[in-house]
Nanobody, 116 residues
């Protein structure tokens, strides 16, 4: 079992920045990758970026340039640095941990609101 908790969301003005954190606990040694997603009410959950256990990163094309995924010094922490935020970045942001390449665990999400 893996438990994931996101934090760092909030209200930010357009053009601003936020850094989201995801802290994992439980059987994290078996996690092969972690990822960020976001979801707007009424729409499908959207993939943002993935980072593997050996720090290989991949991004959705639409997220490249403004968003950066990274891991902390502790293996159980992952970040999403978001810059130049736009109104359309408003969403609930979720982190995911994958175990054994097949089982996904999700956090409860953190709200990011971009508004003037």
């Amino acid at each position: 079992q893996v438990q994931l908790v996101e934090s760092g969301g909030g209200l930010v003005q357009p053009g601003g920045s936020l850094r989201l954190s995801c802290t994992a606990s439980g059987s994290i040694g078996s996690m092969n990758l972690m990822a960020w997603y976001r979801q707007v009410p009424g729409k499908r959950r959207e993939w943002i970026a993935t980072i593997t256990a050996v720090d290989i990163t991949t991004y959705a094309d639409s997220m490249k340039g403004r968003f950066t995924i990274s891991r902390g010094n502790a293996a159980n922490t992952m970040y999403l640095q978001m810059n130049s935020l736009k109104l359309e970045d408003t969403a609930v942001y979720f982190c995911k941990g994958q175990v054994g390449g097949v089982r996904d665990y999700w956090g409860q999400g953190t709200q990011v609101t971009v508004s003037s």
